[in-house]
């Protein structure tokens, strides 16, 4: 299992460019989530789904837009870049929607806005 | 609501000390569950421990202990004889069921640096 796989790794990105930020698992899971980290704040949550065909939003979802039309993928689109979208994201999945589970991390992308 | 406080930002210590990270949080859940993740220089995140909310008992995994305690709704975490290795940006996090789904709310992480 290649586990939760993120492309780019690294991204630099004019303001008002679009872009999606790829995600996908192998492993089955029907939680997957996007989270943003920025210095000092952790991680927090953009979107998140539960299953294919259905997402909803996090604590930060203003600027991101989402989709899961497979159980595998996941992708985050940027509809209109701007700085304060400079971040390293990060996806993640869990086997279902139980508060128990772990989660599982990708890698992260890097992403500049300039 | 749900809130994860992490209040120390950054910790060195000389290796070989023994080091305390701090978790409290807050959730008016009877069932949830708290997690520790490490997030080494190489960026990735890693899963360390998992704690249900009906499960007080302290764990010992290596140098590794954690401490949990309802009443005072804390989740520290103990590293003995600390290593160089174990520099990294440690994240507390609280989860619940709630809607027909979960959430999971992280604290601010405390970075830790091991001086050799």
């Known amino acids: 299992n290649a586990g939760v796989t993120q492309t780019p790794k690294f991204q630099v990105l004019k303001t008002g460019q679009s872009m999606t930020l790829q995600c996908a698992q192998d492993?089955?899971?029907?939680?997957m989530s996007w989270y943003r980290q920025d210095p000092g704040m952790g991680l927090r949550l953009i979107h998140y789904s539960v299953g294919a065909g259905i997402t909803d939003q996090g604590e930060v979802p203003n600027g991101y837009n989402v989709s899961r039309s497979t159980t595998e993928d996941f992708p985050l689109r940027l509809l209109s870049a701007a700085p304060s979208q400079t971040s390293v994201y990060f996806c993640?999945?869990?086997?279902?929607?139980?508060?128990?589970?772990?989660?599982?991390f990708g890698p992260g992308t890097r992403l500049t806005v300039l | 609501a749900q809130k994860v406080t992490q209040a120390q930002t950054e910790i060195s210590v000389v290796e070989k000390e023994d080091v305390t990270l701090d978790c409290v949080y807050e959730?008016?859940?009877?069932?949830?569950?708290l997690f520790w993740y490490k997030q080494p220089p190489s960026g990735e995140l890693v899963f360390l421990i998992r704690r249900n909310s009906f499960d007080e008992q302290n764990e010992i995994s290596g140098r590794y202990s954690w401490n949990f305690q309802k009443s005072t709704s804390s989740f520290n975490f103990t590293i003995t004889a600390s290593q160089v290795v174990d520099s990294a940006v440690y994240f507390c996090?609280?989860?619940?069921?709630?809607?027909?789904?979960?959430?999971?709310?992280f604290g601010k992480g405390t970075k830790l640096s091991v001086i050799p």
């Open positions: 959730t008016r859940d009877t069932t949830y569950y």
């Open positions: 996090a609280l989860s619940w069921s709630g809607a027909g789904s979960y959430q999971l709310t």
């Open positions: 993640a999945s869990n086997p279902d929607r139980d508060a128990y589970n772990e989660q599982f």
């Open positions: 492993m089955n899971h029907e939680y």
